[in-house]
């Protein structure tokens, strides 16, 4: 059964109303699979391959099922042995497929109002960087801090990676939102006390009635109190 989280203290955007105009930094952390880029094609490829390659009869629902996890751990959770070979299979089949990875509609429009706001934008995830920090170059977005499983801390749903990342930034826990579609990015936010968005778009659900849901990526500017440029940043967009 899923964590029964208590609800936000906090706005899920900058505080209480006193808050807005202060000079103390901003910072706008999501996670990347599921929020910034469709990359479910990309994983069902490539875990169709580890079946193949290793003999596995463990369908892709029940690896989906723990999406957000660092992959040992996930395998450690299927009761799966040799993890290390499973990884590599998985990051070269991934690798060889990742063109079929998609950028949600209107995702990059609305990190580039959020900066152009004055917020610092990071990515927290359960990614290898090897194969986050591609993805993310086709955003085109000014990420000051990414952070993924191959740096010191423990991984999703541990607060580690959330409060690495706001330590880089120089950012208070309160003054910053997490944005994902986990339930284990919801337990990581809850626990580094930094306020959470629950991605609707992406592959999870929220835990709890009371959970600040965004159902696409332009209602995250309502929910931050982000006013969008007039003018588009890219020809096109929805900005």
Known sequence: MSPQLPPPTSSPATGSKA??????????????????????????????AVQEAHGLDVPFTAYREHLGRPFDVIM???????????????????????HLARAFDGITDVLLAVAAADWSLG??????????????????????????????????????????????????????????????DQEAAHRAGVPYIHAG????????PSTVVAESPRELLRLLDVTASPAPFIEGGLL
């Open 76 to 98: 450690e959770r299927l009761g799966l042995a040799d993890a290390e070979a499973i990884h590599r299979t998985y990051t070269d089949a991934s690798t060889a497929v990742a």
């Open 19 to 48: 808050d807005v105009g202060s000079e103390a930094p901003r910072s706008l952390l999501l996670d990347l699979d599921g929020v910034l880029v469709d990359t479910l094609p990309v994983m069902e490829s490539a875990w169709h």
């Open 201 to 208: 778009w992406g592959y999870g659900r929220p835990i709890g």
């Open 123 to 184: 990515v927290v995830t359960s990614k290898p960087l090897v194969r986050a920090t591609p993805l993310l170059s086709e955003l085109g977005c000014p990420f000051a801090v990414v952070r993924g499983p191959d740096g010191p801390g423990r991984g999703k749903p541990a607060p580690d990676p959330i409060l690495l990342a706001l330590v880089e930034l120089g950012t208070d826990p309160a003054k910053a939102t997490y944005v994902g579609d986990m339930a284990v």
